[in-house]
């Protein structure tokens, strides 16, 4: 993938100055600020931003950016917003439909941002869809990002009948969503170094259909309800370590991930600030318990979490 990337950035940059298709391989450039939606349906394209604005602001404009069932892409370097509201709007969305394949795409420096959200409906920032079984929505990194919104949608959102897979986030800022990342279907997916601040739901969710991932080193800060949390936790490990989650709330510990020997490790984590911490063993905020054995243990031994009031 980085060859063919590699060498597709550094051929002749081909302009674009209006809303439409990509439907030929190559380098392609922002020459302006754009108003619309750009949708890429070739493989082995690169497409420079050129620190430009791709605005979605019109009826039939879904998303401002789309790839479309294609591989090896590469987006960065300028912005992506969503003005609409209603259902199902995205500033970027990365779709394994109509080829039932999508693989090998690279988002980086990207600013994505909701900026006329509506709370009763589903809008993103980020949205990685695998419509196709086996999973193939896969080998997707995104990293240096800048998500933001007003108190809706969310921030980065893997989701679909089928897991997508092999995705990585690293070092984004995530920011002012309903619900910072949610792994609702991934497998063996990666969420690190990122910071997500005031979420008025979660921070980081995983469901039971979440396998084999990884959440390190992240930063969260006065979200609305958990920090991470867990809904239905799988069968398949989960590595939740070395984690800062101050600020949040949450009363309920029903969707807490729980620490199973044969299933999530929860570990190395801090926390302070946290509501809904009633005994010591609700350690790591409200968001995380250590379960060993079916019986909730002091923080203690190798699976300790720091937790202060």
């Keep these: 993938?980085?060859?063919?990337?590699?060498?597709?950035?550094?051929?002749?940059?081909?302009?674009?100055?209006?809303?439409?298709?990509?439907?030929?391989?190559?380098?392609?450039?922002?020459?302006?600020?754009?108003?619309?939606?750009?949708?890429?349906?070739?493989?082995?394209?690169?497409?420079?931003?050129?620190?430009?604005?791709?605005?979605?602001?019109?009826?039939?404009?879904?998303?401002?950016l789309v790839i479309y069932g294609v591989n090896d892409i590469r987006i960065y370097n300028g912005t992506v917003i969503q003005a609409q509201t209603g259902n199902n709007r995205n500033c970027l969305k990365i779709d394994d439909a109509p080829t039932g394949n999508v693989s090998r795409i690279v988002i980086s420096n990207v600013n994505c941002f909701l900026s006329n959200p509506s709370a009763t409906t589903s809008q993103r920032g980020i949205f990685i869809q695998g419509n196709n079984s086996p999973s193939i929505a896969t080998d997707i990194l995104i990293k240096n990002c800048l998500l933001h919104s007003s108190g809706a949608g969310y921030g980065i959102f893997i989701d679909g009948p089928t897991s997508a897979?092999?995705?990585?986030?690293?070092?984004?800022?995530?920011?002012?969503?309903?619900?910072?990342?949610?792994?609702?279907?991934?497998?063996?997916?990666?969420?690190?170094?990122?910071?997500?601040?005031?979420?008025?739901?979660?921070?980081?969710?995983?469901?039971?259909?979440?396998?084999?991932?990884?959440?390190?080193?992240?930063?969260?800060?006065?979200?609305?309800?958990?920090?991470?949390?867990?809904?239905?936790?799988?069968?398949?490990?989960?590595?939740?370590?070395?984690?800062?989650?101050?600020?949040?709330?949450?009363?309920?510990?029903?969707?807490?991930?729980?620490?199973?020997?044969?299933?999530?490790?929860?570990?190395g984590n801090f926390a302070k600030n946290n509501a809904g911490m009633t005994t010591a063993a609700d350690n790591y905020s409200p968001q995380i318990k250590l379960n060993m054995a079916g019986t909730i243990t002091d923080v203690t031994g190798k699976w300790a979490n720091i937790a202060l009031s």
């Excluded at 002749?12 to 619309?36: C, Q, R, V, W």
């Excluded at 990122?194 to 959440?215: E, H, P, V």
């Design 165 to 267: 897979s092999r995705i990585k986030i690293e070092k984004c800022v995530v920011g002012c969503f309903n619900a910072g990342i949610d792994l609702n279907r991934c497998s063996d997916c990666i969420i690190q170094n990122c910071f997500i601040y005031k979420c008025q739901s979660f921070g980081i969710r995983f469901t039971n259909a979440t396998l084999r991932s990884l959440i390190l080193h992240n930063t969260l800060r006065e979200c609305g309800e958990t920090g991470i949390q867990g809904t239905g936790i799988p069968a398949s490990g989960i590595l939740i370590y070395g984690n800062d989650v101050q600020g949040c709330t949450n009363t309920s510990t029903s969707s807490r991930p729980y620490h199973y020997e044969s299933a999530n490790y929860v570990y």
């Design 1 to 64: 993938m980085e060859t063919s990337i590699s060498d597709i950035k550094g051929a002749t940059k081909i302009p674009i100055t209006t809303a439409g298709n990509i439907t030929a391989s190559g380098s392609y450039i922002l020459a302006n600020d754009i108003d619309g939606q750009i949708s890429i349906l070739a493989s082995n394209v690169s497409l420079d931003l050129n620190g430009h604005t791709i605005t979605a602001s019109t009826i039939g404009n879904d998303n401002a």
